[in-house]
């Protein structure tokens, strides 16, 4: 499944919804479902705060395959990129205090996905490609 939308908070809720609804599938947990629908949350509210700073004109993508028992899901803008994505992973930081933001959003992705890999170039935008094995699929190997 492919999508892109303009990069607006209210789009995030959207991009939540349908790629819950693709998933859905597949026999998942609802934690399993909760935690996928959370990763989403955070990487769009990333690329649409952080990569365009709000900028109605920046697309955001996504990309959802599924491959026997593995979800991978590519969340990616072409905004301004990750200045030290080191720094940007460390909990709790932020760039954007004024706007109450946690800093915790690359460390719940991190807590609910099996991998994550970020690619990010300075001026180019960021790409987070993250991959989960589902219970189901889980259980099937054992």
Do not use: C, W
């Not at 999508?3 to 998942?28: G, K, M, P, Y």
């Amino acid at each position: 499944m492919r999508l892109q939308f303009a990069a607006l908070s209210q789009n995030e809720s959207f991009a939540r919804v349908a790629v819950a609804s693709f998933i859905s599938q597949l026999d998942v947990t609802m934690e399993e479902m909760e935690e996928i629908k959370t990763v989403v949350s955070e990487g769009v509210t990333n690329a649409i705060i952080h990569g365009y700073e709000e900028n109605p004109e920046g697309i955001v993508y996504i990309e959802v395959s599924i491959q026997d028992d593995l979800i991978e899901l590519v969340i990616e803008d072409n905004g301004k990129g990750i200045d030290d994505l080191d720094q940007a992973m460390q909990p709790l930081y932020t760039t954007k205090p004024e706007l109450e933001r946690s800093g915790m959003g690359f460390t719940i992705m991190e807590n609910f996905v099996d991998s994550i890999e970020v690619a990010t170039s300075v001026g180019k935008g960021t790409r987070i490609r993250m991959t989960k094995r589902l219970s189901f699929a889980k259980a099937m190997q054992n």
